[in-house]
């Protein structure tokens, strides 16, 4: 329905729908091909343990293409994984706030 007021985000909503990739070869070859099919789309976004690409398809749907690549093991080995919370670099200045909000387990 065009009349209709655009949804907004909240519990029960989808912000977007990720989709992986695991190599930045196969990164590189999704974000030729949306280049070459004329798709407008955010170009490459580093979030130090992988690479995004975002788009919205024609009805608004927000779409994220990932890789594996370099991964969750960036900064810290496998053995000692999930026993301190590990942040990327971009996240450092907001760990306060983050520990705050985390439920403890």
Known sequence: EPDLPQAREGAGGVHHLALRTPTFADYDAWAERLRAAGYPNSGPVDRFYFRSLYLREPNGILIEIATDEPGFATDEP???????????????????????GLKPL
């Not at 496998?78 to 705050?100: C, D, H, N, V, W």
């Open 78 to 100: 496998a053995e000692t994984m999930g026993e301190s919370l590990s942040l990327p670099p971009f996240l450092e200045g907001k760990r306060a706030q983050i520990e705050a």
